[in-house]
């Protein structure tokens, strides 16, 4: 089985601008989250998505926000964005046996 | 709310010693609880996963974790480090309902020593 893909793998964008990431799951996980993983916070939970609805959200601003398509393919799109916003942005799939998977992360520099 | 405490986040040891990681949990219900790796600009690779099977489970690369309910641990041990075990760990528990929301420690920084 293919694992969890991220694209793209490293971002440059400049203050003011948005992004957007994608994340393919492993096929036949209904679950997609994402997390944010910066050296002072450590991993932080932004939001889960399960069969196109979101079903949980973290702490974060309304600048970031989501969305997972009918194959479970997943965005998040962060707007306006910040130097705080730099960071290592992880997506994980989860299956009936409640495993996660993570891919290899996109890593966003903002300047 | 549950919760993952990571006690050391920097531990040392020498090549061919033993590796323990030390994680304790907080959790209204049976948790489910993992260890992941993670090596410098990639993403987290599950190590093992705790789900109320067998309380000490087996994982990859030689690692295994304890399940203690006594004393809500679920430490990582390995018996002999390797120099590619050097990477920052992270031990995980999904939070209460119906989610795959996982709540992360602090991570630990294994180093080996030669």
């Known amino acids: 089985k293919a694992g969890v893909t991220q694209t793209p793998r490293y971002l440059i964008k400049t203050r003011g601008q948005q992004v957007t990431l994608s994340c393919s799951p492993i096929?036949?996980?209904?679950?997609v989250s994402w997390y944010q993983q910066t050296p002072g916070q450590g991993l932080q939970f932004l939001f889960e998505?399960?069969?196109?609805?979101?079903?949980n959200k973290g702490n974060f601003p309304g600048r970031f926000s989501g969305r997972q398509f009918s194959n479970s393919r997943s965005e998040m799109n962060v707007s306006t964005l910040e130097l705080g916003d730099s960071a290592l942005y992880l997506c994980?799939?989860?299956?009936?046996?409640?495993?996660?998977?993570f891919g290899q992360g996109t890593r966003l520099t903002v300047v | 709310a549950q919760s993952v405490t990571q006690l050391g986040s920097h531990v040392s040891v020498s090549e061919g010693a033993l590796v323990l990681l030390r994680c304790n949990y907080s959790?209204?219900?049976?948790?489910?609880l993992f260890w992941y790796v993670q090596y410098p600009n990639q993403g987290l690779q599950l190590l093992l996963k705790?789900?109320?099977?067998?309380?000490l489970v087996k994982g990859i690369n030689g690692f295994e974790a304890e399940f203690k309910k006594s004393e809500t641990s679920f430490h990582l041990t390995k018996p002999s480090a390797h120099m590619s075990d050097a990477a920052e760990y992270f031990c995980?528990?999904?939070?209460?309902?119906?989610?795959?929301?996982?709540?992360f420690g602090q991570g630990t920084t294994l180093q080996v020593k030669p």
């Open positions: 998505y399960f069969s196109e609805t979101q079903r």
């Open positions: 994980a799939s989860s299956g009936e046996d409640r495993g996660a998977f």
């Open positions: 096929s036949g996980h209904r679950s």
């Open positions: 705790y789900t109320s099977a067998a309380t």
């Open positions: 959790s209204s219900v049976p948790p489910y």
């Open positions: 995980a528990v999904i939070d209460s309902g119906n989610t795959g929301k996982l709540i």
